[in-house]
């Protein structure tokens, strides 16, 4: 009768551990999974949009715009500063898709400047930046420097730029050869860009090729045979005492062999 009892607790215990479990799954089945967010699209004709705040109270939103084809377009910059209640606009003609924007102040006067990173769709993929600085509600656009014509012959796009000390720094991979047939040659090209006075300038810090520097050729110079110098031959100089007296003897010897008349 013992056993028995505890064989009826044993069904029970069971049957609620079970009742609850089951409960504890339809609870789980019936909890709400929370949606992953989704990005707002942008209404046409905009094409991207980005939001920054240079400082409190000041944003900068840059929109990339136009209908058709994506290869060009429109940039718009609109700058809102809710402290000083000042808002302005600016903008131009884009080249390519807008890939990033960048907020500096390289010449560190206090005033921002917005860097629009664009991508054209061309042969080689070329960048384009286009750069402004604002002070307070005035914006003036600044002239950022082309690639030089040697840079450009091993140039082929897939550039990563990124700030860094105060400076905007700019890598790309070294191409040989042109059109399709071009091959990355394990090589990267890096420029570092800086600001004074509202004017760029552009440092070459890519790492020194080694392989590429001219040694200079050691010419081995002939040795030139060494002349024998030779001695001259030292006559020794009798002295005029000793010549005297030998000239006195063969006078006297002369008259001692002449004969009588």
């Not at 604002?134 to 840079?151: H, N």
């Not at 990124?162 to 399709?180: A, H, M, N, Q, W």
């Amino acid at each position: 009768m013992f056993s028995t009892r505890y064989q009826y607790i044993a069904i029970l215990f069971c049957c609620v551990a079970g009742g609850l479990a089951s409960c504890t799954q339809d609870e789980k089945q019936n909890t709400p999974v929370a949606a992953a967010p989704v990005k707002a699209a942008l209404m046409a004709p905009f094409r991207y949009h980005k939001m920054i705040e240079s400082s409190p109270g000041k944003y900068f939103d840059v929109f990339g715009w136009g209908r058709g084809k994506d290869s060009s377009g429109a940039y718009m910059i609109l700058h809102s500063d809710s402290t000083g209640k000042q808002y302005s606009n600016t903008g131009g003609d884009l080249e390519g898709s807008i890939i990033d924007i960048y907020n500096t102040d390289m010449n560190m006067d206090g005033n921002p400047e917005i860097l629009i990173e664009a991508k054209a769709k061309d042969t080689t993929n070329h960048v384009n930046i286009y750069a402004y600085e604002f002070r307070g509600a005035k914006s003036q656009k600044l002239d950022f420097p082309k690639l030089t014509t040697k840079t450009k012959k091993g140039y082929r796009g897939d550039d990563n730029f990124y700030i860094k000390d105060g400076s905007l720094v700019r890598e790309f991979p070294i191409y040989e050869g042109s059109g399709k047939n071009a091959k990355p040659t394990g090589k990267k090209k890096i420029l570092q860009y800086s600001l004074r006075n509202n004017v760029f300038s552009v440092n070459d810090i890519s790492p020194v090729d080694s392989s590429a520097i001219k040694k200079p050729v050691i010419v081995p110079v002939a040795k030139k045979p060494v002349a024998k110098v030779e001695k001259p031959t030292v006559v020794e100089k009798k002295s005029t005492k000793k010549k005297k007296k030998q000239k006195e003897e063969t006078h006297t010897k002369k008259r001692k062999h002449k004969p009588r008349d």
